[in-house]
């Protein structure tokens, strides 16, 4: 079945970098994508970041741009999401979630989500 | 970017009742509109695709429909377990963006 396993809870401080891991299982890995997504506390989901990880497209959310890096690394099958220069409106649970298909898809299924709290 | 708007923010609704969610888009986005739902304290769920197709293992008292801008979600009988919050979003082209997203209280 498929399995999305995120690394554990993150607090840092402003100004700092935080790397989030999401190891995948259960599926050909390199066939589908795999999408972050945040919630800042009491708040709605806000798309971040793609990535295909056949090919290592990636496609970022504008607001984020240029702090935030998703990369892959095939044999682990696992994705991480970096953000760096971390705010504090940066607080949030950060979620992967698997494609549906190739390209262009929804997500059909979602990790557990990783808190990352920012704060001096 | 595309905009993608829901309403109603909050509904309030019994079970047993049928109830309707509706998501607009700033612009065309064809079918490619997707539904989630999400527990307090839990990661979101999909539920629909392409705007009217279910999931695997997704009720049958939910269904999606629209096309272009216009979208909705209905929820046919609300049972106990469909109290929770809705998101719509659409993956027609980056970045994808969700809806603010609609909360179903009892």
């Known amino acids: 079945q498929v399995q999305l396993v995120q690394s554990g809870a993150e607090v840092k401080k402003p100004g700092a970098s935080v790397k989030v891991s999401c190891k995948a299982s259960g599926y050909l890995f390199t066939n589908f994508g795999i999408n972050w997504v945040r919630q800042a506390p009491g708040q709605g989901l806000e798309w971040v970041a793609w990535?295909?990880?056949?090919?290592?497209?990636?496609s970022y959310s504008p607001k984020m741009q240029g702090r935030v890096t998703v990369t892959t690394d095939t044999p682990t099958t696992t994705v991480y999401m970096e953000l760096r220069n971390l705010r504090s409106d940066d607080t949030a649970i950060y979620y992967c979630?698997?494609?549906?298909?190739?390209?262009?898809?929804?997500?059909?299924?979602w990790g557990p989500g990783t808190l990352v709290t920012v704060s001096s | 970017d595309i905009q993608m708007t829901q309403s109603p923010a909050s509904l309030s609704a019994s079970v047993g009742d049928r109830v309707t969610i509706t998501c607009r888009a700033s612009q065309d986005i064809s079918n490619s509109l997707a539904w989630f739902q999400q527990k307090p304290g839990e990661a979101p769920k999909s539920l629909i695709y392409?705007?009217?197709f279910l999931l695997s293992g997704v009720p049958s008292n939910f269904s999606g429909s629209g096309s272009g801008t216009d979208f909705t979600l209905t929820i046919l009988s609300l049972q106990p377990a469909d109290f929770a919050t809705y998101y719509c979003?659409?993956?027609?082209?980056?970045?994808?963006?969700f809806g603010q997203g609609t909360k179903l209280e009892i």
């Open positions: 990535i295909n990880t056949y090919y290592g497209h990636t």
């Open positions: 979003q659409q993956y027609k082209s980056f970045p994808y963006t």
């Open positions: 392409d705007a009217s």
């Open positions: 979630a698997k494609d549906q298909w190739f390209e262009k898809s929804p997500p059909d299924f």
